[in-house]
């Protein structure tokens, strides 16, 4: 957030960069968004952000321009020890006084990637404008208060820890509280109760493993209120579960996308009946591939947005960002959902994890939820796979709870019943973890390619 607000007042564009990015994302991000300047840090974990910047630009060690026929010039090291080729942050506050910059609110703020779980990624530019709407949209919507304490455990290149903590709270007057970057389980439990911190977010894993960590019944944790989960499609149960352990007053559950400044509809944990837009945000439902308008409830379709926190564009890419909206200026999301018997909106998941099995459009989420409800089961993930009669049949990965044992024909039995029995999974995989994006959601597309490499 130092960097950020640097950047902000010399009127500069801040890109957010995946801390474990390897070389090759590295490169791309650098050459997609034409920046000039780097910040790198100590090594981290597996990653020396010096030597990977080294391996690109050879000349760094000798030279402090770099001499390339790429955008980047500088490199500022903010590392306790001073690096050949650098400049260290120190001599860059004061190489001048800083500007006191006029900002406009459709001005550029910052580029962050998106998940690329269908491809490249995406790099997406939100406007100061974006960012305050977003900070105050949430602060509101999420019953937030001045005095609260807030965790921030997630990645700060990621919309959700960007945006809807860090920017939320420093726009807000809220207290944060900041974690090691990837921290463990141990070291959330334990910075809550020292800090005694009352507001939590995170991912549904986030809180699953705090839940199942050894240290979780041996701390005072009586502090947390309230908690915010990023996710559109949580078993009852699982929700039932964070609420009574961790003894919330509140929890929210929040939909969004990059594109949308992190957050911008909400849905009560505690009374689910669907998702309502943030104040000034309008949803609606189109038929996919036509922009044709669904009237009436319970019609799914595509989930389109218009408000104060559409981002600008994808950067130097104008035919990306053309087809992203509709001709009347609604975003196109990506996301199925419908309006349901409350007036509210619910999300089925993504238009290109639809399944189609023989004819038949079979929602991942529908076969999930069931999944779900299965006491051993922790995590379920299903997917379309190659059939040679169906032309797609559904494959569940799956990740069981701690002590506990299923087999592939059990899976296949519990859903029976519970399915349209061409809704049943054939295939069952087992797995301990997943493969994640570069922000840490579950690429379908890898495994995927995962169960096809393995199954031939």
Known sequence: MVLFSYTEKRRLKFVAMNSGAYQDEVVYALEKTGTEAIIIGDVFKYMDYYQTICEVFPELKTKKALDSKRTLKHIISISTDKKPGTFTFRELQSSGPVLDAQMKPDDPAVIIQSSGSTGEPKSVVLSHGNVVSAAYQSFSTMRLRHSNIVLASLPLYHSFGYLCVEANNTLNGLTTVFTSASPKPSEIIEMIERHRVTTLHGTPTTFFDILCCPDFGQRNLSCVENATIGA???????????????????????????????????????????????????????????????????????????????FLEYLNDEKKTREAFTDDGWFRTGDLGYLNKHGLFEICGRTSDLIIKGGVNIFPVEVEKVLLEHPAIAEAHVLGVFDERFGEEICAWIKLRPDTWLSAGSVIRYCAGKLQNIKIPKHVVFASGFPRTNVGKVSKKLLREAFEKHSV
């Open 232 to 310: 559109t499609t949580l078993h009852p149960s699982v929700i039932e579960n964070v609420i009574n352990k961790l003894h919330l007053k509140e929890l929210m559950l929040g939909y969004g996308l990059t594109e949308t400044s992190g957050a911008c509809s909400y849905a009560d944990g505690k009374a689910f009946r669907g998702y309502a837009p943030f104040p000034g945000t309008k949803f609606r439902i189109a038929k996919a591939n036509n922009d044709v308008i669904v009237d009436g409830s319970g019609i799914q379709g595509e989930l389109q947005i218009r408000g104060p926190t559409l």
